[in-house]
């Protein structure tokens, strides 16, 4: 499997995706990564950049012996990464997305499921009928006559 590509925290849009390379990684060998810590230190071997300098004074701190909480908890370290080097506004952006998000007359209905999935997953719960109404809304109207003529 490919390792995640190293991460600078430059560009907020690839925080998310970092995290989700280093997750398929632990999910892909759970008995490596069987510890939070395991995968923070993993994590931290792809930090290049400002990242680097962030996490540079905890690494200092693991290589003095001290227990550092951080460097101990997978689910910290992430929401620390997408709080300092992440889109601030990823969830409002996404959330316009959503709202104008419409497939193209001749687009192709994969991707555009493949689109909206991935908005979703950005913005997390709606609640099924929010989610179901912006789906259908964003069809083509060849389409919507379709599904209205074949219940």
Not at 87 to 104: C, I, S, T, V, W
Not at 116 to 136: K, M, N
């Amino acid at each position: 499997m490919k390792a995640p590509e190293c991460f600078d925290g430059t560009q907020p849009f690839k925080v998310r995706t970092f995290i989700k390379s280093c997750q398929l990684i632990f999910h892909n060998d759970l008995a490596r990564f069987s510890q939070d810590r395991k995968k923070v230190l993993y994590a931290t071997t792809f930090l290049i950049g400002r990242d680097a300098k962030w996490i540079e004074p905890y690494l200092s701190n693991l290589i003095n012996q001290y227990t550092n909480y951080l460097l101990n908890s997978w689910q910290l370290f992430e929401s620390q990464l997408f709080t300092l080097f992440g889109d601030p506004n990823e969830f409002g952006k996404a959330e316009a997305k959503l709202d104008a998000f419409r497939m193209k007359e001749c687009g192709n209905v994969s991707l555009y499921i493949a689109e909206f999935r991935s908005l979703v997953s950005i913005i997390g719960d709606w609640g099924e009928r929010a989610l179901i109404h912006h789906f259908r809304k964003g069809f083509p109207f060849r389409i919507l006559d379709h599904l209205a003529s074949h219940p």
